[in-house]
């Protein structure tokens, strides 16, 4: 297959350092970054080093192999196959194509690959081709594919026409859905301070999403159909007596209730049945939400002060640092006036802590889900609900699962009493773990979560303990079977060694020949 030529545009582009316009005279492609080079080297310069933003081995970090519970948690979804620290933007292309969770198989036909299970919207956070794509194919068609459709289209990682129209420093929505989303609770991009709205770019991809097939799988938001704090308040819904508007935010609980409204789930969870949440990575919410309390006496702020910050180059001009990373020497004047620099680390490992406490101790979130889910498993087993521990496959196991849920008969009442409990605690779990830097950005909020989910794990083991009792007595949960990626992985109905070998054939036969991407 040839590969197809990129969307070219011939532009004339402002520069930031002299004030005047130069102009391309041939037709140059500014969805690649490296074209805005000449324009505005400053920020070029500090973008690329976002390839620093890398463990020292050079490697991805293994969070499955470093955390095995994840596996569990997520068994029957794509992350329980492979799941790795976040590093620099400039890994966005690398990492989406080389991970285990997209692509291969390589057979398949019409646009649908064969075995694939990731919608095209995946490639959403990843190059700013998409917002190329949406405008030369529309955005229903672009998101009603799979992931592999486009790939032969995408070559450029995170960058300038993410965040800026083309060729300019104006910064811009690209994303549609995301734009849609502000409108929808009364914060249109143009409306808003230039730091909201470098904030709302943010948004695009640091937000907590999801996508149904109701609407040609197009990227939404879960609070993108109301105005939180004004017009909807869920605890009517959960019956919540609190008067602390917790249901009417952006917070996990509002979310939550929505999900559970709609009948909402990412997937059935392969050991135990529970129908699941994946939650993404919801800075967003968790800068706008629940903060603003704490934050009345100071400056205006958003993702930008903190990832962006203002510098000057040789000459004295001054431009936003575009590594996106956090340096505590490089914070505005503003804020080393109250904070010292040198203490941040200090602060942030303390809190972090705090939530690793929460999550990894004997009692914590982490190591009592995984004893959840094998619990319910157990649980249906005794009933002759067969899955995985029966060499079931993952599609059969989960199958089962839902067909005994909707049967009418107790056993469908109590499990889904108990699978619910485990949805509604992965949930509060997932919204503080897999939110990026929530230790410095709303560590109160963490802390809450994780103490919510822990909580409700309570009444869930306790459910799960009763329901062994009357089912299944002489059951004994071992918790040392489920210690290690490398044993947890095959209990979740995956063969590593298979995935890894499938991967490897998809890039040579399918990326290395077909697709433009440079891998990393």
Same mark, same amino acid.
């Given at each position: 297959?040839?590969?197809?030529?990129?969307?070219?545009?011939?532009?004339?582009?402002?520069?930031?350092?002299?004030?005047?316009?130069?102009?391309? $005279?041939?037709?140059?492609?500014?969805?690649?970054? %490296?074209?805005?080079?000449?324009?505005?080297?400053?920020?070029?310069?500090?973008?690329?080093?976002?390839?620093?933003?890398?463990?020292?081995?050079?490697?991805?970090? @293994?969070?499955?192999? !470093?955390?095995?519970?994840?596996?569990?948690?997520?068994?029957?979804?794509?992350?329980?196959?492979?799941?790795?620290?976040?590093?620099?933007?400039?890994?966005?292309?690398?990492?989406?194509?080389?991970?285990?969770?997209?692509?291969?198989?390589?057979?398949?036909?019409?646009?649908?690959?064969?075995?694939? !299970?990731? !919608?095209?919207?995946?490639?959403?956070?990843?190059?700013?081709?998409?917002?190329?794509?949406?405008?030369?194919?529309?955005? $229903?068609?672009?998101?009603?594919?799979?992931?592999?459709?486009?790939?032969?289209?995408?070559?450029?990682?995170?960058?300038?026409?993410?965040?800026?129209?083309?060729?300019?420093?104006?910064?811009?929505?690209?994303?549609?859905?995301?734009?849609?989303?502000?409108?929808?609770?009364?914060?249109?991009?143009?409306?808003?301070?230039?730091?909201?709205?470098?904030?709302?770019?943010?948004?695009?991809?640091?937000?907590?999403?999801?996508? %149904?097939?109701?609407?040609?799988?197009?990227?939404?938001?879960?609070?993108?159909?109301?105005?939180?704090?004004?017009?909807? %308040?869920?605890?009517?819904?959960?019956?919540?007596?609190?008067?602390?508007?917790?249901?009417?935010?952006?917070?996990?609980?509002?979310?939550?209730?929505?999900?559970?409204?709609?009948?909402?789930? @990412?997937?059935?969870?392969?050991?135990?049945?529970?129908?699941?949440?994946?939650?993404?990575?919801?800075?967003?919410?968790?800068?706008?939400?629940?903060?603003?309390?704490?934050?009345?006496?100071?400056?205006?702020?958003?993702?930008?002060?903190?990832?962006?910050?203002?510098?000057?180059?040789?000459?004295?001009?001054?431009?936003?640092?575009?590594?996106?990373?956090? $340096?505590?020497?490089?914070?505005?004047?503003?804020?080393?006036?109250?904070?010292?620099?040198?203490?941040?680390?200090?602060?942030?490992?303390?809190?972090?802590?705090?939530?690793?406490?929460?999550?990894?101790?004997?009692?914590?979130?982490?190591?009592?889900?995984?004893?959840?889910?094998?619990?319910?498993?157990?649980?249906?087993?005794?009933?002759?609900?067969?899955?995985?521990?029966?060499?079931?496959?993952?599609?059969?196991?989960?199958?089962?699962?839902?067909?005994?849920?909707?049967?009418?008969?107790?056993?469908?009442?109590?499990?889904?009493?108990?699978?619910?409990?485990?949805?509604?605690?992965?949930?509060?779990? %997932?919204?503080?773990?897999?939110?990026?830097?929530?230790?410095?950005?709303?560590?109160?909020?963490?802390?809450?979560?994780?103490?919510?989910?822990?909580?409700?794990? @309570?009444?869930?083991?306790?459910?799960?303990?009763?329901?062994?009792?009357?089912? !299944?007595?002489?059951?004994?949960? $071992?918790?040392?079977?489920?210690?290690?990626?490398?044993?947890?992985?095959?209990?979740?109905?995956?063969?590593?060694?298979?995935?890894?070998?499938?991967?490897?054939?998809?890039?040579?036969?399918?990326?290395?020949? @077909?697709?433009?991407?440079?891998?990393?």
């Amino acid at each position: 297959m040839m590969k197809l030529k990129k969307l070219s545009i011939a532009i004339m582009v402002s520069t930031l350092f002299t004030g005047s316009a130069f102009a391309i $005279d041939k037709e140059v492609d500014l969805y690649n970054s %490296d074209n805005w080079q000449q324009a505005f080297p400053e920020q070029y310069k500090t973008w690329a080093q976002t390839e620093q933003t890398n463990p020292e081995s050079g490697s991805p970090v @293994d969070l499955l192999a !470093a955390n095995p519970n994840l596996v569990s948690a997520w068994a029957g979804y794509g992350f329980a196959k492979d799941y790795n620290r976040a590093r620099g933007h400039h890994y966005a292309m690398t990492d989406i194509v080389e991970t285990l969770r997209t692509g291969h198989p390589v057979v398949g036909h019409d646009g649908n690959v064969v075995g694939e !299970a990731m !919608a095209a919207s995946c490639w959403s956070c990843k190059t700013p081709d998409v917002a190329r794509m949406y405008d030369k194919v529309g955005e $229903d068609n672009f998101s009603n594919n799979n992931w592999s459709t486009w790939g032969h289209e995408m070559s450029n990682t995170i960058g300038c026409a993410d965040c800026h129209q083309l060729g300019s420093a104006e910064i811009r929505m690209s994303r549609p859905y995301a734009e849609r989303a502000m409108q929808a609770i009364g914060k249109d991009f143009a409306e808003q301070t230039s730091t909201m709205q470098a904030s709302q770019t943010c948004a695009q991809c640091h937000v907590e999403y999801y996508f %149904d097939g109701k609407d040609n799988k197009k990227v939404r938001y879960p609070w993108d159909h109301w105005v939180p704090g004004v017009k909807t %308040d869920y605890k009517e819904v959960v019956n919540y007596k609190g008067s602390d508007g917790l249901y009417e935010g952006f917070a996990a609980e509002a979310q939550l209730a929505y999900f559970d409204q709609i009948g909402f789930k @990412d997937w059935t969870n392969a050991i135990s049945g529970v129908p699941s949440i994946k939650a993404q990575h919801p800075e967003f919410e968790n800068m706008m939400d629940r903060t603003d309390h704490a934050m009345s006496s100071h400056m205006e702020f958003g993702c930008t002060t903190c990832h962006m910050p203002k510098t000057e180059n040789s000459k004295g001009v001054e431009y936003s640092n575009h590594k996106v990373t956090f $340096d505590a020497k490089k914070l505005p004047e503003s804020c080393v006036g109250c904070h010292d620099g040198s203490d941040f680390k200090e602060i942030f490992d303390e809190r972090k802590a705090e939530i690793n406490k929460l999550r990894f101790e004997a009692d914590g979130t982490d190591p009592r889900l995984t004893e959840a889910h094998f619990k319910a498993q157990a649980i249906w087993a005794a009933n002759g609900i067969k899955g995985l521990e029966a060499d079931k496959s993952i599609a059969q196991a989960k199958s089962n699962y839902e067909a005994a849920l909707k049967a009418n008969t107790p056993l469908a009442k109590e499990m889904d009493s108990l699978l619910t409990k485990i949805r509604h605690a992965q949930w509060f779990w %997932d919204s503080a773990t897999a939110s990026h830097g929530i230790h410095a950005h709303n560590p109160t909020e963490a802390v809450r979560l994780l103490e919510k989910s822990n909580a409700i794990l @309570d009444e869930a083991l306790n459910e799960a303990n009763a329901l062994l009792t009357k089912y !299944a007595p002489k059951y004994k949960y $071992d918790a040392t079977k489920y210690n290690t990626k490398a044993k947890v992985q095959p209990l979740a109905g995956l063969d590593l060694d298979a995935m890894k070998t499938s991967k490897e054939e998809f890039i040579k036969e399918r990326v290395e020949k @077909d697709w433009p991407a440079e891998l990393r």
